[in-house]
């Protein structure tokens, strides 16, 4: 009897537990639901890895050399769609047919609509799935084995870095711990994704040389079983590196459709290992019931030009913002660079082209490295930003504009950009453009002030035989053989010229804020904290755009390369991470009244089209919450008895050992944090006036005017110079005073 019940009970069970399947494969996710069971629920119809059944040419055997170019069997691709057979493409190679594709190339899926079309056309070239970006976190790497922690999967990533030594935690590559051809680095997409290339580099080392000279491809739904991609009835082998910097980008025959793809050297460097960094290009299958996906979306609702623009296209793009808000803006060159590429900017004012009294200068540059595109890319994406808010009325932006000068220079090295973009995001490695076409590092190659200020306060000749602040530039440095580039001289030019507050350099490659000091104080340091006499304001200032970034200071954060900056809330001394003599923001402390910081924006140089959207709504805040930072301390008017500005007035503050000087029209800011000062102003020829003033904790800085008269030394040199530099003749008086005397006696 249990036996007839147990029997009649089992279909029923199965046919329940079908229908409670059916229910969930149709019906919607819930946030609580796995979503590995979503994924096994809805593959149904692509449990095995799609591969367009087109025969291709045959490849060299795992113990040949693989050639770069296939067979002539091979059928012919559109040399500018990338799509030929078993592509090859290297930075060096790189032609404008294969720019226009990437320019045209598909981006990341941000709708089901979007997923839709990119899943009706295979033949696209899809985005990079973000390993170089850690869109794809460790969790997502494996390997068949590792020589060491240091050389996980977790380092498997294009163009990550490593630290100097070899045995660093972190290393610059995910190594096997075996050299055989069964080693296999694996990603995981965690969706259905379709494939459509791989790019691979060698290990980043100072000592070691070690990369991949050729690899197959597996692509599997599982992650058991694996599918080989075939060339004909032979596995295809694809072609790797020849050295271990220059990415290479090969692209599949055909696009394959799977959750999990696996990149299998086949042969490496003869005097190395197997080591690799590799990025992957996919685009996500659409599937409305992967909650994981969802969850982790960014989406803009600013309706900008999220693209990568050429010097040509920035500078209409750049008129059309000037010319959608002519009221408030005004383009300009600060001079050229050395192929002769002017060096634009863009000012955002009520009152265009103008000093006004009281009101403070703030700068933004970017692209002082060439190959660090996205700050390039946000000042564009900002002006558009502040253009359309201004016209919509939003009155945050329209406070910034009426009480601040702001200028945007989006390229600094447009040379060394040129050379960065005709490569491509994915090909331009990690310094291809970086220094100028004369080969500087315009952002290292001002003159180090540090120096000469530090060798006069050790003789102690401060105050009295130099200042502490505006130290004059060293004549090495100006004549025409030192070798400096023109457009730091531009640069130079421009922040002398124009009485700056605030400033930031943007650049790529970390996720941190760094300020002066860039030199460490004792020589032959590497690396160790340096701080200015200004440091609890430049933690303020850097702390206000970390904070106010998406990622910056998140502790769940996966490390860029080597530092965990989140450790320090996203902000360092620069000479406590390394030493750097001659920077920009050194100089521009200790030579002109600008606070200058370097904000690393993303561990991406050169991010894919298909983020900006992302990397904009990461930055868009912190962006406009610093250039407010402008508005914080003190400022006024430096006047004399008659009511007239007094220029180069020094402005002191009590217990800070760096002053600052009056702009033309006696008007100073002073950055301060809240808190209460003793503020002196003091100019050649006057009298010393002193003050209290108090910094609050709102915002918008506290007016804090001086009015200093003519010392009696200064008048009587006043008077002097109008008998041309003598005194008057008092001999010639007395002599008259002794005549008349005698003539009165003689009477």
């Excluded at 890895?49 to 060299?60: E, G, M, T």
């Excluded at 089901?112 to 070239?125: K, L, V, W």
């Excluded at 739904?221 to 220059?246: A, P, Q």
């Excluded at 999220?306 to 808000?325: D, G, I, P, T």
Aim: proline share 5%.
């Amino acid at each position: 009897m249990t036996g007839q019940r147990l029997s009649l009970l089992t279909p029923l069970a199965l046919l329940g537990l079908l229908v409670g399947l059916a229910d969930l494969s149709h019906g919607f996710a819930g946030v609580d639901e796995d979503y590995y069971m979503q994924e096994l629920l809805t593959r149904e119809q692509l449990n095995q890895v799609q591969v367009q059944a087109k025969p291709v040419a045959s490849a060299p055997d795992m113990h040949e050399q693989p050639s770069q170019n296939p067979s002539k069997k091979a059928p012919k691709g559109d040399a500018g769609s990338g799509r030929q057979t078993g592509k090859t493409t290297a930075v060096k190679t790189a032609n404008k047919k294969a720019e226009k594709s990437k320019k045209n190339a598909v981006k990341t899926t941000t709708s089901i609509s979007e997923g839709d079309r990119q899943y009706n056309s295979m033949n696209e070239e899809c985005p990079p799935m973000g390993l170089e970006t850690l869109k794809i976190d460790d969790f997502q790497l494996h390997a068949s084995t590792t020589k060491r922690y240091g050389l996980g999967a977790h380092r498997g990533r294009l163009n990550i870095q490593a630290g100097i030594y070899d045995d660093d935690l972190y290393d610059g590559a995910w190594c096997a711990g075996i050299d055989d051809p069964l080693q296999w680095f694996e990603v995981d997409a965690r969706r259905l994704t379709k494939f459509t290339g791989v790019i691979t580099q060698g290990r980043s080392s100072l000592w070691s040389s070690d990369w991949v000279t050729s690899y197959k491809v597996m692509v599997s739904n599982d992650s058991h079983t694996w599918i080989t991609l075939k060339n004909g009835s032979r596995d295809l082998i694809f072609v790797g590196n020849r050295e271990k910097e220059i990415p290479v980008r090969n692209i599949l025959p055909e696009p394959v459709v799977g959750r999990y793809i696996r990149v299998n050297p086949r042969s490496w460097f003869h005097s190395g290992s197997i080591c690799m960094r590799v990025e992957i290009l996919g685009c996500p299958m659409p599937d409305p019931n992967n909650y994981y996906h969802r969850r982790n979306e960014v989406i803009t609702t600013d309706n900008l030009d999220f693209r990568h623009h050429s010097y040509k296209e920035m500078r209409q793009l750049m008129k059309a913002v000037n010319e959608m808000c002519p009221n408030i803006t005004r383009i300009y060159n600060i001079g050229k660079s050395h192929s002769g590429l002017k060096l634009y900017a863009i000012e955002i004012s009520d009152n265009p082209g103008e000093h006004e009294v009281g009101e403070p200068e703030f700068r933004y540059t970017a692209g002082s490295h060439g190959n660090e595109v996205l700050g390039r890319e946000l000042l564009l994406l900002l002006m558009q930003f502040m253009c359309l808010e201004y016209r919509s009325g939003n009155q945050r932006i329209r406070h910034l504009v009426a009480e601040t000068r702001i200028h945007l220079l989006p390229s600094l090295n447009p040379d060394g950009y040129e050379k960065a973009f005709e490569a491509g995001s994915e090909l331009s490695g990690w310094s291809l453009g970086r220094w100028s076409n004369d080969g500087i590092d315009i952002h290292h190659n001002f003159p180090d002030l540090n120096s000469i200020l530090w060798e006069g306060e050790a003789k102690k000749w401060i105050p009295r035989k130099m200042f502490n602040h505006h130290l004059p530039i060293p004549e090495w440095y100006l004549s025409k053989n030192a070798s400096v580039a023109v457009e730091t001289r531009a640069l130079i030019a421009w922040m002398e010229k124009v009485p700056f507050v605030l400033g930031g350099n943007i650049q790529g490659g970390e996720l941190v804020v760094t300020f002066p000091y860039d030199k460490t104080r004792s020589q032959g340091v590497a690396r160790e904290q340096t701080p200015t006499p200004d440091d609890h304001v430049f933690r303020w200032l850097a702390f206000s755009y970390a904070s106010t970034h998406r990622l910056m200071t998140a502790a769940n954060r996966r490390v860029c390369h080597t530092e965990d900056f989140a450790k320090e809330d996203g902000t360092i001394n620069g000479a406590s991470w390394h030493t750097a003599a001659g920077s920009m923001n050194d100089f521009s402390y200790l030579h002109t009244n600008c606070f200058e910081f370097s904000m690393y924006v993303g561990c991406d140089k050169f991010p894919h089209d298909s983020e900006l959207p992302e990397e904009w709504e990461n930055n868009r805040e912190s962006l406009l919450v610093f250039m407010e930072q402008v508005h914080r301390g003190i400022k006024g008017v430096v006047r004399d008895l008659q009511g007239r500005g007094i220029a180069n007035a020094i402005v002191s503050v009590q217990g800070i050992g760096h002053d600052i000087r009056t702009a033309s029209d006696g008007d100073y800011w002073r950055l301060l944090n809240p808190g209460e000062y003793r503020v002196t102003a003091k100019a050649e020829g006057y009298s010393i006036t002193s003050k209290k003033c108090e910094v609050g904790y709102e915002m918008g800085a506290t007016s804090c005017n001086f009015i200093i008269g003519r010392t009696n030394l200064s008048r009587i040199k006043e008077i002097m110079e109008k008998f041309n530099k003598r005194p008057i003749k008092l001999p010639v008086r007395q002599l008259q005073v002794r005549g008349t005397r005698e003539m009165r006696l003689g009477t």
